[in-house]
T-cell receptor
Framework: DQQVKQNSPSLSVQEGRISILNCDYTNSMFDYFLWYKKYPAEGPTFLISISSIKDKNEDGRFTVFLNKSAKHLSLHIVPSQPGDSAVYFCAASPTSGTYKYIFGTGTRLKVLA | NAGVMQNPRHLVRRRGQEARLRCSPMKGHSHVYWYRQLPEEGLKFMVYLQKENIIDESGMPKERFSAEFPKEGPSILRIQQVVRGDSAAYFC?????????????FGPGTRLTVT
């Protein structure tokens, strides 16, 4: 049973435009969410996180939105750059500070120059 | 600025052999986690360790897999009598786990191939 779902396996976006990556979860006990970026042959790199007490968190070009009622979060990248091309994983955990991250299956983003 | 280090990066084992994967956490981190990624899948939690203690191994297969994080030295994930289904990328992560700093930082992974 996949508790964290990334239904789009891939996404292509033109350089300079907005990339929107989506993630849905089923467990209402999740209250801490993270996004990781992964390049081939490397480990995931932490990008941004959000606690359930917030609905938005911003860090430079990256913004994460959380809609608790819909059990949905999204990552916005504006403007998209070719170097953003990677696989993006969302992850969730039951409470802040809990170690057991549940990962989605990832979305491969390709930013076209 | 050493991040999480894992070695070897690639490991080839024949069926029935043992695989040992090593992980050195980031400086100042005392919590280590192991994840496994099968092809076309997300990362799956295996085990969480602190120095000399296994905190949660609920994601570890019941047989052939073990993990340790000794007082001195790296964390070790050990797979005995490997089978083809063990072929995967194994990632180690570490964290401080202090208030306000929960993010896990990942190493580059060890790609295990069982022939």
């Amino acid at each position: 049973d996949q508790q964290v779902k990334q239904n789009s396996p891939s996404l292509s976006v033109q350089e300079g435009r907005i990339s929107i990556l989506n993630c849905d979860y089923t467990n209402s006990m999740f209250d801490y969410f993270l996004w990781y970026k992964k390049y081939p042959a490397e480990g995931p790199t932490f990008l941004i996180s959000i606690s359930s007490i917030k609905d938005k968190n911003e860090d430079g070009r990256f913004t994460v939105f959380l809609n608790k009622s819909a059990k949905h979060l999204s990552l916005h990248i504006v403007p998209s750059q070719p170097g953003d091309s990677a696989v993006y994983f969302c992850a969730a955990s039951p409470t802040s500070g809990t170690y057991k991250y549940i990962f989605g299956t990832g979305t491969r983003l390709k930013v076209l120059a | 600025n050493a991040g999480v280090m894992q070695n070897p990066r690639h490991l080839v084992r024949r069926r029935g052999q043992e695989a040992r994967l090593r992980c050195s956490p980031m400086k100042g981190h005392s919590h280590v986690y192991w994840y496994r990624q099968l092809p076309e899948e997300g990362l799956k939690f295996m085990v969480y360790l602190q120095k000399e203690n296994i905190i949660d191994e609920s994601g570890m297969p019941k047989e052939r897999f073990s993990a340790e994080f000794p007082k001195e030295g790296p964390s070790i994930l050990r797979i005995q009598q490997v089978v083809r289904g063990d072929s995967a990328a194994y990632f180690c992560a570490s964290s401080q786990n202090r208030e306000g700093s929960y993010e896990q930082y990942f190493g580059p992974g060890t790609r295990l191939t069982v022939t």
